[in-house]
């Protein structure tokens, strides 16, 4: 594809998705109230954010989850972590630590999925700082 210049453009195209397209959990962390209460779908999504932070040791957040039905599409990884440039890791969406925080703070009540899976982030526990690894300089 090229504009009017004739220089090249470059475009995303996606499948179709049938069904109706639902946003469970926005890329700022904070977990969407569906119509229909608190739908089993989105407690799924809200236990694989709770799962992504956990067992990455807080250096990792899984969100922006929306899709329809069981297919989810799109999603962010939000991380503190940024290149050697100041650019944060993944993409211009990682809204890195406010989405975390927005995460632990909305996320107080566990639900049966963060139970079945034995999580036990709380706010306030301590995590990692870095997934990028430090050299030691002798």
Known sequence: MTNELGQHKWVTIEEYVKGDFVKYITNDGTSCDSEDGYMEIEQKCVSLTHFSIEHSLGLLLIVDLQGSGHTLYDPEIASRDH???????FAAGNLSQTAMDNFLAQHREFNMYCKL???KLEKGKRLRQSIIPRVKHS
């Open 83 to 89: 290149t050697k440039d100041g650019k944060f890791l």
């Open 117 to 119: 899976l034995e999580l």
